[in-house]
């Protein structure tokens, strides 16, 4: 079966424990990258991680974006959203479209 993980600040993370999902407190980049990709390799399909520590190990989310499973998908952290997420579907969308659709100017 298929799991659901959290990485990130310990603040950030912890409430989803009381959701069922399996947290990963993490205090570093090292620390992140190594939790990301223990998980990747034990069944997470998906995998919230805050924004502020998916900055840090970019290259690292960076391998998995091909990938079917894990999904990676970022969070806002306590400090609030960096854009990440959004940035993310942006990208995605003008991929699969060829435009960009969402965030025109006009």
Do not use: C, W
């Amino acid at each position: 079966m298929y799991k659901i993980g959290v990485i990130g600040e310990k603040d950030a993370v912890l409430g989803f424990k009381a959701l069922g999902f399996s947290v990963f407190p993490v205090k570093n980049k090292e620390q992140a990258a190594s939790v990301l990709h223990r998980l990747a390799s034990d069944n997470y399909a998906v995998i919230y991680i805050t924004e502020q520590t998916a900055a840090g190990i970019k290259n690292e989310i960076d391998q998995y974006r091909e990938n079917r499973f894990p999904v990676l998908i970022p969070i806002p952290g306590i400090q609030g959203s960096l854009g990440i997420g959004m940035q993310g579907i942006k990208k995605s969308v003008e991929k699969a479209v060829g435009a960009d659709i969402l965030f025109r100017e006009e």
